[in-house]
């Protein structure tokens, strides 16, 4: 495993010779589970440097594809350019598809990219099942099975995105031709930062609960209605967006099943079942290519003395959670990225599509299937 320092921007895949910033809906930043979750009830717009996109906005204001994934329920995934391997985008919590806009558009004159929305998220149905990593993981495979998109993927996963990402290559490791993993959330992550920064921690916990909290009592508070009508439950509008995306954002953001299938996503990941499934899947993947960024700024949290004073020693143990990730596999790389937040997709996007780049490459190599983009 090799950790790298200090990684600046560029890229193997052009984006454009400009920038421009482009206001994102950021549906669930967070503080939560140390960057992970944040219910959507407190997103907030802001404008946020990303790669200039080809797709129109517009065009998210309708699904992609919805497949099928039992007799109840159907699943959106949008699908872009062609040539494999196809790269599967795996959001964070409470982000949908519409958050890979500009990667995925910058990835797809190279070959076929794939985001897709969670059930309850987007324009997917909600899921009785309880949200947890081994049913969301479940939902992806059935997903691209559905969707006809046959294997090897390159896997990508944003936070809690990098958990499913994990779970589908531990399951389905001979279908699995390389992984990015953008500043993954890591099993037991909590606990070690409270080991390893108590009075950070200190700050943290009680900001994750009250959102826990918080998102509870919009769910409650809605019974079996199947809109939430409370406007401090939803999120603010995003001006600069087409009207028809804002108001379809704004119908998806009522419902009451997706919040739900939320909530219950944001206590599997909050009360450690997630971890322990994953944990119990844990498993070596050989020499796959592998690749993890991790934010080289700290959180934005309010913090002040002793939990200031804890902030260099929770970033060492969040680069050591993802060492330890790196370490799964032998060509596996931790790579920190200066400067960027936890949404370094949006920040420094040129490294993302880099690291994307270079997992293309060497995928299409190993296959055979001549040059990568």
């Not at 309708?62 to 391997?85: E, F, H, M, S, Y």
């Not at 959670?321 to 420094?348: C, E, F, K, P």
Request: net charge neutral; aromatic share 6%.
């Amino acid at each position: 495993m090799e950790r790298q320092r200090g990684i600046g921007r560029g890229a193997a895949i052009s984006n454009g010779s400009q920038r421009r910033r482009y206001p994102t809906r950021r549906l669930g930043k967070s503080v939560g589970l140390l960057f992970a979750p944040a219910p959507l009830l407190l997103a907030a717009c802001s404008s946020t440097p990303i790669v200039t996109p080809s797709l129109p906005l517009d065009a998210y204001a309708q699904p992609g594809t919805l497949v099928k994934v039992d007799a109840q329920r159907a699943l959106n995934i949008r699908c872009t350019g062609k040539g494999g391997p196809a790269v599967i985008l795996t959001a964070g919590a409470g982000d949908q598809s519409l958050a890979w806009r500009s990667i995925q558009s910058s990835l797809s004159a190279h070959g076929r990219v794939c985001a897709w929305d969670r059930a309850g998220s987007g324009f997917s149905d909600p899921s009785s099942d309880v949200q947890d990593v081994e049913h969301r993981t479940h939902d992806l495979e059935r997903l691209l099975s559905g969707a006809g998109i046959k294997p090897p993927y390159i896997l990508v996963g944003h936070s809690i995105g990098s958990f499913e990402t994990l779970m589908f290559a531990f399951r389905h490791p001979a279908e699995v031709a390389g992984i990015v993993l953008i500043d993954p959330s890591s099993p037991d992550q909590n606990d070690r930062i409270r080991e390893a920064a108590p009075a950070f921690y200190a700050i943290l916990d009680p900001l994750q609960k009250g959102q826990l909290a918080q998102l509870e009592k919009c769910v409650s508070d809605a019974g079996r209605a199947p809109d939430i009508a409370d406007p401090d439950c939803l999120a603010p509008p995003t001006p600069e967006y087409p009207q028809a995306l804002q108001d379809r954002l704004a119908r998806i953001d009522r419902q009451t099943a997706g919040k739900r299938n939320f909530l219950s996503m944001l206590d599997a990941m909050m009360s450690g079942r997630d971890s322990a499934q994953l944990k119990a899947s844990w498993r070596a993947l050989g020499d796959l290519p592998l690749v993890v960024l991790t934010a080289g700024s700290p959180p934005p949290l309010p913090v002040t003395g002793k939990a200031a004073e804890d902030v260099p020693r929770m970033q060492a143990e969040w680069a050591r959670m993802h060492d330890d990730i790196a370490h799964l596999s032998t060509r596996g790389v931790n790579r920190t990225v200066a400067g960027a937040s936890h949404y370094i997709y949006m920040d420094q996007p040129e490294t993302v599509l880099a690291a994307i780049a270079d997992i293309w490459a060497q995928a299409r190599s190993r296959s055979g299937t001549g040059s990568g983009p």
